[in-house]
T-cell receptor, first 114, second 119 residues
Framework: DQQVKQNSPSLSVQEGRISILNCDYT??????FLWYKKYPAEGPTFLIS?????DKNEDGRFTVFLNKSAKHLSLHIVPSQPGDSAVYFCAASAGGGSQGNLIFGKGTKLSVKP | EAGVAQSPRYKIIEKRQSVAFWCNPISGHATLYWYQQILGQGPKLLIQFQNNGVVDDSQLPKDRFSAERLKGVDSTLKIQPAKLEDSAVYLC?????????????????FGEGSRLTVL
């Protein structure tokens, strides 16, 4: 039973355009959400996070939106750059953000074409 | 600041053999995690340490997997005997502490991983 779902295995976007990566979750106890980025042969690196008390968090070109009623979050990258090409993982945790209980989605591979 | 160090990067073994992975977390990070990432899947938590005590090992297959964190710093993850389905990347991660609090995003810092192939 997948509690965190990333239904798009891949996404291709032109440089300079917006990239939108989607994530759905089923567990209503999740109260903290994170996005990680992973390059080949490297470990995942933290990108941005959002608490369930917010509906938006912004950091430079990256914005995460949370829709609790729909149990859906999305990551927007504007403008997209070739260096953004990587696998993006959505992750969620319950219980006040106890990070050890991070549940990851399967990831979405983003390709940004010059 | 040095990141999370893991070794070996790659390991190929026959089924039923044993293997051990080593992790050195970021200095000062009290919490250490081992994740298993099977090809095409997201990372799955195997075990979480707080200092040298186990916080969560509910998803660790204890009949074949073991982990320890002596002196609350380095950690080793051992698989004995290995099965074909253990082929995966084993990721070590560390954080200042579990949980989110003011000034801390609670993010995990991952190492590059150890890729295990079981033949």
């Amino acid at each position: 039973d997948q509690q965190v779902k990333q239904n798009s295995p891949s996404l291709s976007v032109q440089e300079g355009r917006i990239s939108i990566l989607n994530c759905d979750y089923t567990n209503s106890m999740f109260d903290y959400f994170l996005w990680y980025k992973k390059y080949p042969a490297e470990g995942p690196t933290f990108l941005i996070s959002i608490s369930s008390i917010k509906d938006k968090n912004e950091d430079g070109r990256f914005t995460v939106f949370l829709n609790k009623s729909a149990k859906h979050l999305s990551l927007h990258i504007v403008p997209s750059q070739p260096g953004d090409s990587a696998v993006y993982f959505c992750a969620a945790s319950a219980g006040g953000g106890s990070q050890g209980n991070l549940i990851f989605g399967k990831g979405t591979k983003l390709s940004v074409k010059p | 600041e040095a990141g999370v160090a893991q070794s070996p990067r790659y390991k190929i073994i026959e089924k039923r053999q044993s293997v051990a992975f080593w992790c050195n977390p970021i200095s000062g990070h009290a919490t250490l995690y081992w994740y298993q990432q099977i090809l095409g899947q997201g990372p799955k938590l195997l075990i979480q340490f707080q200092n040298n005590g186990v916080v969560d090992d509910s998803q660790l297959p204890k009949d074949r997997f073991s982990a320890e964190r002596l002196k609350g710093v380095d950690s080793t993850l051992k698989i004995q005997p290995a099965k074909l389905e253990d082929s995966a990347v084993y990721l070590c991660a560390s954080s200042l502490s579990p949980g989110v609090y003011w000034g801390n995003t609670g993010e995990l810092f991952f190492g590059e991983g150890s890729r295990l192939t079981v033949l």
